[in-house]
Nanobody
Framework: QVQLVESGGGLVQAGDSLRLSCAAS????????MGWFRQAPGKEREFVAA????????YMTDSVKGRFTISRDNAKNTLYLQMSDLKPEDTAIYSC?????????????????WGQGTQVTVSS
């Protein structure tokens, strides 16, 4: 069992930065591939970024490449999403998740544990 709690969301203006955190407890965090997903109103949940537990390889969706960075601190059992140059289209509920299957990292069905989400709102 893994418990995930996100924090760091808020209301910002376009061009601002935010750092989301995801605190994990329960199962060994360092052995888990982790991901960030987001869901905007009226849209399906979409992949944002992922990081593997081996080598810390990272994967980003095209729309955030160059603006967002995913990282992890295994000593603190914490996952991060550093977001810069935020745009109104980044407005969504952001959730972290722990991968529990062999499905691709970009597939939300690969993840069996989810946090409750944190709201990010970007005004123009």
């Amino acid at each position: 069992q893994v418990q995930l709690v996100e924090s760091g969301g808020g209301l910002v203006q376009a061009g601002d930065s935010l750092r989301l955190s995801c605190a994990a407890s329960g199962r060994t965090f360092s052995n888990l591939d982790m991901g960030w997903f987001r869901q905007a109103p009226g849209k399906e949940r979409e992949f944002v970024a992922a990081i593997t537990w081996i080598a810390g390889n990272t994967y980003m969706t095209d729309s955030v490449k160059g603006r967002f960075t995913i990282s992890r601190d295994n000593a603190k059992n914490t996952l991060y999403l550093q977001m810069s140059d935020l745009k109104p289209e980044d407005t969504a509920i952001y959730s972290c998740a722990a991968r529990t299957t062999r499905l691709p990292l970009t597939n939300r069905l690969a993840y069996g544990y989810w946090g409750q989400g944190t709201q990010v709102t970007v005004s123009s």
